[in-house]
């Protein structure tokens, strides 16, 4: 269980929380991206489109930032 433990997280992507948090916004929205088109052809709905544009992360303890994409 250990081995296939690391082989499996090799080969994660982060979370986009963490991507968030460290400055890799693109990274962050491709990966969100992903699970949303994984999830809706998981439904049979693979034509619908990613429509989220802006995110609130918490950037430190009590201050939030908002991020937008283009």
Known sequence: PCV???VALTFMPESPRFL????KHDEA???????HDTNMRA??????VFTVNKIK??????ELI???SD
Request: charged letters at 30%; zero cysteines.
């Open 57 to 62: 992360t918490p950037k430190q303890i009590d």
């Open 66 to 68: 908002e991020i937008e």
């Open 43 to 48: 439904r049979g709905q693979p034509e619908k």
């Open 20 to 23: 968030l948090e460290v400055g």
């Open 29 to 35: 929205w491709m990966i969100l991206k992903l699970i």
């Open 4 to 6: 296939s433990s690391v």
